[in-house]
């Protein structure tokens, strides 16, 4: 058996901890994308909408985290994500 996974995030002889955080990755934009058309709703806060994207894709996005080793690399991929979420948000190009 060269990988198995557990809880949603996958662990592999070789380490594959950039897989896993891409599919994390994956996960998180999917989930975002069901935001889209609450964040370009005038009638929500736009702190609503910050909370529902902290809420929802940083839950996503941080799953199973325990299982990887969190590299530089990763962290800044995440928080790239993570602020592409703010500034669609935020309508800031």
Not at 7 to 17: P, Q
Not at 27 to 40: G, I
Not at 67 to 90: A, E, G, V
């Amino acid at each position: 058996m060269n990988s198995f996974t557990h809880l949603g995030s996958t662990a592999a002889i070789g380490g594959a901890i950039l897989e896993d955080a891409y599919n994390h990755i994956n996960k998180a934009n999917k989930a975002f994308v069901k935001l889209y058309p609450d964040c370009r709703n005038k009638n929500i806060l736009v702190r609503t909408n910050i909370q529902l994207a902290n809420t929802i894709v940083k839950s996503v996005l941080l799953n199973g985290c325990e299982m990887r080793k969190i590299t530089k690399w990763i962290s800044n991929s995440l928080q790239m994500f993570i602020n592409k979420c703010l500034s669609f948000i935020l309508n800031v190009k």
